[in-house]
Structures are given as C-alpha cells and as structure tokens.
DNA sequence: TTAATAGTGTCTCTCAGACACTATTGG
DNA sequence: CCAATAGTGTCTGAGAGACACTATTAA
C-alpha cells in the first residue's frame, strides 16, 4: 500500500435523501433548494457530503442532512441504493449513498422557506440523477407495501384502520378488499388498537384507533431487504 | 463551496463483492487471500479501492476486482447495500459498496493460488464486517428465491428443471413441491426448452433442458429492488 | 329515522400442495 | 420386466375476495 493507491479510493462521497410522504393521499416528495453551486437554487433531493469527523456512519449522515437541510427530525430513515459515476455529479465521480425517509406530513416543518412539496409524479426536472434516485425510491416503498406494513409510518402515533387502507390503496394505486386488507393487517400482528377511538368526520360510526406494537418498531426497519 | 468542504466528502472508497455459488448442493462463498495491509494474508472476501479512473462506476469497479483479484468474468452482478463507518475498516473512515454475485462453479477459475471456495456456515473469521455483508448477501439471495427465477444464475447455459429444483430447496432449506415448483416456473415465463436433451445419471427417463429465454436474461438484473 | 361509515360473518372461487398416475430410460 | 427418475392430470384444503349484514355515530 502507498500513498497514490489509498489516492484512488478517495472520490466525492454524498448522501441524498428522498422524503416521502402523502399530502391528501398523493405520495409527495420533499424538495429543497439548493443554496451552493453545482446548481444553486435549483430545487433537489436533499443532500450533503459525508462528514467523517462527526457522522457515526452514512445513515447519521443521512439524519444529520434531514435535520440540518430540511428541519426534518425522526423520520423512519431506510437505505434505498448507491449511485455513482463520473458523469452525475459535475465536480467529478461521486459516490450517492441515497436513503428514504417516511414520514408523516404533520411531522413536516410548516412553511420553511427553501422547502417544497410536490408530488412524485409532477417534480419536473432535477438535478444530478435525482430524478433516478427518487424512482428508485417509489418503486422500493410500491414493493415492499405489498408484503410488508412499512407505510404506517406515514402515520404518526396512531391511526385508523380505514385511513391505512385508504394510504395503501394510494401507494399502489389500487383498490383493495376491506376483509382481506383487515385480515392481513391482523395476521402480521403489528398493530393493536389503543383505547381510544376516532370521530372527526362525524356522522356515522368512529373508527378505532391502532398503534404500531412497540415490539415491532424498531423491527420494521431491520426486516426484509433494506439492511 | 471551497476546498475544506469539498474535503468533507473525501473518505475512503471501495467495493467488496459476495461470490456465491453451489458446492454439491451447499451454498458457498470465494475467499481470497490478501495481499497486503491490513490484513495481509488472511482469507476476505474479494475488494478493493474505486479507480474513478478507469470505472465507469461501482459496477464496473466490483467487475474490475472480481478479473484482477479472482480471475472471475462474466459473474451475475447486483449490488447488495453500503457499509460505512470509521470502525470498519482500520485505515479510517471508510465507505463499502457491496456487490453480490451469482456464478455456477464451472466458471469459476480451478485451483487458483490465493482462492478458495467454503461454505456460507463455515467462513470462520472474517475481517473488517465482511461476516456481516456475506449474511446481508445470504438473507438476499434466500429472500428473492422465493418470488424470482435468480437461482438460475447459479447455472451455465442450460439445466434441467429438477436440477433446478434441487438448487431452490438448497437454498431455502426446505423440500418444494414438485408440481407447484413446475407451475411457477412456467408461470413467470421466463424459462424455454432446448431441444436437445439430458441423460447423466442414466437409468431413467431423461429431464429436458431448459434455459432462460433472451429476452429475460438482463430483465433479471432489473427485475424488483436490486438496482 | 336516516345517512354515512366502521366492522364482521360467511360463501365462493382460486390456487398451492398432495397424490397418483403415465413416460422413458438402463440394466 | 424392473428400478429409477421425469413429467402430468386431478383432487382437496386453505386463503383471498365478494357480498351482505350488523354497529354506531350525527343530524
């Protein structure tokens, strides 16, 4: 080992990430304006360099960007994929580590300047390989919503079992049998309903309210493919 | 944007690919011995720096170590997840993407110095976090044998369908059904017939040979969330 | 009482697995 | 013919979706 072979794993290495979330049941994805060349106030992913001196890893990273970029805190974070190539970033090659962050929009911070939502299918043009980054990310909380209930954390606390639905039906884009729906939910075990209920609308029955079990928080990140 | 901060991005880049294939039915990773520091001599899982040079990107840097470091070409690639931290590697804060991949054993090189081929249980230490990044490869490469026709990259050309089979209940660990396995198979539509056929083992009727229809040999690269 | 949505019991149709049968080879 | 494995037709039980019914609220 020398000193010109370390040279040659040192590349620009950034994290993005792509918050998602549904602004009346359409999955939206948040947008900040870039403040520094390449691309100054162009509206993108949020993203940043590495910062090896404090981020424990690249999903701290990942945090520390959603917090600092974006005001965003406690979102379910998840690693999505790793871009790279000499051509995506205009400073040279570049390593992307991008992540996706679910998170509901009442957790969203409320008129930021520099912050925008809009939703997946109507971003317009973005910089870098943004535009692949974010339709990886779609396509990721499409699948994993057919086998999984990764889209409670759209919700905050609590929820209805109507409204989960109605968020599923949403993500993919489809219509879905109540039975079968509440069957499934019931047979995963994830949730269990909390004592109180739920009347809003108003005139007709209130639906009971469910929480994710705590055993099964933190699981949900862990499970099935996303590291 | 200066210097400082384009420096904040500088950390150590590389890629480690997980090389699995079937050892009579048992699922087993390449071992190759390292040649210098750290870790000079000991039994890892095949790596090295990104030439932004020379790569194209990470793909092509993973396929660049799997020629030079195990003289393997034309291996079924996916990449797995990034692993990063300053604890993982020893030289410093370091950035890891890693690659899976799936060959069938003929191709790779026999009796090469400095390789050798052990099951998937039995690697004993590994350094850096590579045990940690062979299960990530593993808990993969089971979960999308259940809904994908992946396991036939473990093969060459061709095979036949209880070869197949065999290789599927290998890798799940549990005995299929007969029928049903044949069912999906056809299902997904991804395999054909070959004319010619297969006799081996010999005093019984002789299986047809099958391989992957054209148009679905890159598709599988594609196919669901491996990038 | 009516309208509106929440929640549940049950029927049916589909599909995966079990079983048994036929097909084709070598000896 | 026999043994052994390849390949297929069919039955059955479990599960998903369709439907209809009950429950609970506001007006």
Redesign the interface.
């Known amino acids: 080992?020398n000193q010109s072979?370390?040279a040659?794993?040192?590349?620009?290495?950034?994290v993005d990430v792509v918050v998602l979330t549904l602004v009346d049941g359409v999955l939206s994805v948040v947008l900040v304006q870039r403040e520094?060349?390449p691309f100054a106030g162009v509206w993108a992913l949020p993203g940043g360099?590495?910062?090896?001196q404090e981020d424990?890893?690249?999903?701290a990273?990942a945090a520390r960007v959603l917090r600092s970029k974006a005001g965003i805190e406690d979102a379910y974070l998840e690693?999505l994929?790793?871009f790279?190539?000499?051509a995506r970033d205009p400073?040279?090659?570049?390593?992307a580590?991008s992540y996706c962050a679910l998170i509901p929009q009442q957790k969203l911070p409320t008129h930021r300047p520099g912050l925008k939502l809009v939703p997946v299918t109507a971003t317009g043009q973005l910089p870098f390989d943004h535009a692949q980054i974010l339709q990886?990310a779609v396509?990721?909380v499409r699948?994993k919503s057919q086998y999984s209930s990764l889209p409670v954390h759209f919700f905050g606390e609590s929820f209805t079992l109507p409204q989960l639905q109605q968020v599923y039906e949403s993500i993919l884009g489809e219509p879905l049998n109540k039975v079968s729906f509440r069957r499934k939910m019931d047979e995963l075990g994830m949730l269990e309903p909390v004592p109180g209920e739920m009347q809003a609308g108003g005139a007709h029955r209130p639906a009971q309210l469910h929480r994710v079990r705590p055993e099964f928080k933190q699981q949900l990140a862990l499970s099935?493919?996303g590291?």
């Open positions: 080992m072979e370390t040659l794993g040192q590349v620009l290495t950034t520094r060349a360099y590495i910062h090896a424990a890893d690249a999903y990273s690693q994929a790793t790279t190539g000499p400073r040279g090659w570049s390593v580590i990886a396509a990721r699948s099935a493919r590291l």
